[in-house]
């Protein structure tokens, strides 16, 4: 297959996450290159270097100097893997995008058959470990996230932590990720009607690299899935939502004053500074006014997301220059 130029526009773009993965990214890159030759349709490889310091960048820029066909997104620090995933997004400019980890957990002989789910309609395909070779500590937890994801979106994946999936551009293009909400992609996706279906790959046992898991991490994302029901349930009138809650509380406010003053002029004359229900209708009128003000700022951060997520060091490719760095846009080309 012929090289082709860094200006074409390939019809898969591959974007591989890469965090402190010096000794695996070499061997990922030739077993990744002979699956996509075999292909037949046109391609590039982009590595998102989540600001490694284990000369992780440099071997990378090694690989993009030598095939026009793979770019390498240098981040300035560490910004996590939802930051990495948007610069994914950002920077890649294929029709179809398909994200794999850069620590050969996951197999590049899966892409194949994501793609042919991607041709027979699907505008989602998402990868499903379900020969998961990794610790218990781990698999459980996992296992019960999922679930619970599932049952409160709606959306039926077995596998929403498995980074290994195939997304149409289209459905994903103006999504905008934050927190840990790389793993609900395919939740926005299906917010927009987009057809979903998961596939089984295969989960290789860890060789290179270390997890990145922790407890904390597991915690984000249980507190970004209330975010993103939330959203996704009353994204575009989210006042609607809390303002009909601070009405019911106000109505129960009014109610609980009307009997504080009844209760003050019919025996037994209870003075309305020792009624508690006085007390109550105060707070349930505060905590409507509070109500309003989150659905009103809500909806001023969902028309406020022009921040980048993660700032760009610089763009190695096989080019006569470093493109400059851009604060989580894709560089402008000069020439």
Wanted: proline residues 5%; contains cysteine; aromatic residues 8%.
């Amino acid at each position: 297959m012929a090289r082709q130029a860094p200006t074409d526009t390939p019809h898969v773009s591959v974007v591989v996450l890469v965090y402190n993965e010096v000794d695996s990214v070499e061997p990922l890159h030739r077993e990744l290159m002979g699956v996509l030759a075999a292909l037949g349709t046109s391609f590039e490889v982009l590595y998102i270097d989540d600001g490694s310091r284990d000369g992780t960048p440099e071997k990378l820029g090694q690989i993009a100097s030598r095939d026009a066909r793979v770019r390498v997104v240098c981040f300035r620090r560490n910004f996590g893997q939802t930051a990495a995933v948007q610069a994914g997004i950002d920077h890649s400019r294929g029709a179809v995008l398909v994200f794999l980890d850069g620590d050969m957990q996951n197999d590049p002989h899966d892409i194949p058959h994501l793609l042919q789910k991607i041709d027979e309609g699907y505008d989602v395909v998402s990868g499903w470990r379900r020969d998961r070779r990794d610790d218990a500590s781990r698999v459980i937890p996992s296992k019960i996230a999922n679930w619970v994801i599932a049952r409160v979106t709606g959306v039926q994946l077995s596998d929403f932590g498995c980074t290994l999936k195939a997304y149409r551009r289209e459905v994903i293009h103006d999504v905008k990720l934050s927190g840990e909400m790389h793993r609900f992609i395919p939740v926005f996706a299906a917010m927009i009607g987009a057809r979903i279906t998961e596939l089984p790959v295969n989960h290789r046992p860890r060789t290179y690299g270390k997890s990145k898991h922790s407890f904390t991490r597991a915690s984000r994302v249980m507190l970004d899935l209330v975010t993103v029901k939330l959203l996704g349930s009353h994204s575009t009138q989210p006042l609607y939502l809390f303002g009909f809650a601070a009405f019911a509380m106000w109505a129960v406010a009014l109610v609980l004053a009307a009997i504080v003053i009844l209760q003050k002029v019919m025996p037994p004359y209870v003075y309305a500074h020792n009624n508690p229900l006085l007390l109550l209708s105060v707070v349930l009128v505060i905590v409507g006014v509070q109500f309003i003000l989150i659905g009103v700022s809500i909806r001023m951060y969902q028309e406020s997301q022009s921040k980048p997520t993660y700032v760009v060091r610089e763009i190695l490719e096989k080019t006569p220059h470093r493109q400059p760095a851009t604060n989580g846009r894709p560089a402008v080309r000069t020439r």
